[in-house]
């Protein structure tokens, strides 16, 4: 409570200060002034830089960002440069403590200009947002000399438990520290993840398990070395910890347990981005693997996301585990009179003309049984790009197909059936009634 009566007390002394006649009232009027002047030259200059940017289309895209990033600080930057001319004037023909109050006034607007540009480094607009005014007060209390009073007044407010001591001042560093540290990981993390991901040496699921296990890493250890940088006892947290590990066992266990399968996957590779798979009535190829869930996007654009644990405990086909030729089979009927020779070798041929099957695994062609009403066939095909679709590259074969059969006059019979009346028999007929 001592220093936040001081504080009040320096306050109450400095606003008696300036409605004292004197020059620290003709300073506060000055930068009023200023403040009016820079309010006006914005008002007139604003629009005519706003469609003069707009005429700058053909310019770099950063350019036009800093030019409108600029553009919304045109009011504080004109008081700046106003504020600093005043200043450099006033020491040049009169003493320097009758322009103090103007030199702190420019220093504020200097600091707090540089503050918002430095913000815009921060992508998330909330935390942008608080940055700043973070930032804005700590630079306003160290050009103000409060920064002593201001942290002996946020210490007083501290909660004991025995000898553990928990205050304001600390937990507001904490937060600082850890949030710098947070940033720095990010930062360390996009740039080595952007290599990791880029370096053709690594497989892809060791790819993102090293990412992984990096994130981990990194915001782990910016964590605890944030709260071991503004005291924190480190070796109270180790029981807590275990107590909430067991906490999230029990209560958490279907996570856990996906966040372990993600790991065995990305271990045993058996799955890797851009495979495709098929679980269940799912079908399609793997966009991302996260530590939660796996991205599975299929051929009409829909994006399933299933659990790890369903991966690793269910049947999955992957159908480019391996390598990436899938075969494709069709099954198709000619009549009886057709040349059961003529028609394999017309079957192979049709496939053979449609661009996505192979022809350094050329189709293949069987009979496979003889049916009521045609002799039946199974065409045998392989493709390595299921991620373009297997409907229609089988149409595209039974449309070849259909062609070839045509040109060579090959019928393709349907269930039919004769009726015969036999010698003898006759046809009798009912009368509708009247």
Known sequence: MDQLESLFSQARNFGLSLTTPGWRLYQIGIILGLFLVAQIATWVLGPRLRDRMRTLERWPKWRLRTLLVLHKRLRLILFVALAWCTVWLMREVTWPSRSYLIGLAATLATAWLFVGLAARLVRNRFLRRMVTWGLWIYVTLYFLGLTEEVGSFLDGFAIAFGDFRLSALAVLKALVVTGILFTLARLISQTTSARIQTNEDISPSMRVLAVKLLQVTLYGAAFFIG?????????????????????????????????????????????????????????????????????????????????????????????SHTNDFVRLDIYFGTAYSDDPHKVRAIAIEAAQSVGRVLNSRPPVCHIVGFGDSSVDYILRFWITDPTGGLTNVRGAVYLALWDAFKEHGISIPFPQREVKVLEGSRLQTTAAPD
Request: proline content about 2%; cysteine-free.
């Open 227 to 319: 709260l071991k940088a503004v005291g924190f006892d480190l070796t109270g947290l180790a029981v807590l910890s275990g107590a909430i590990g067991v906490g999230l066992g029990f209560g958490l266990q279907k996570v856990v347990s996906n966040l372990v399968s993600g790991v065995i996957i990305l271990l045993d590779k058996s799955i890797k981005p851009g495979d495709v798979i098929s679980l269940g009535d799912t079908f399609g190829w793997i966009n991302s693997l996260g530590a939660r869930y796996v991205s599975v996007v299929t051929r009409d654009g829909k994006e399933y996301l299933i659990p790890n644990e369903d991966l690793i405990t269910s049947q999955v086909v992957n159908w």
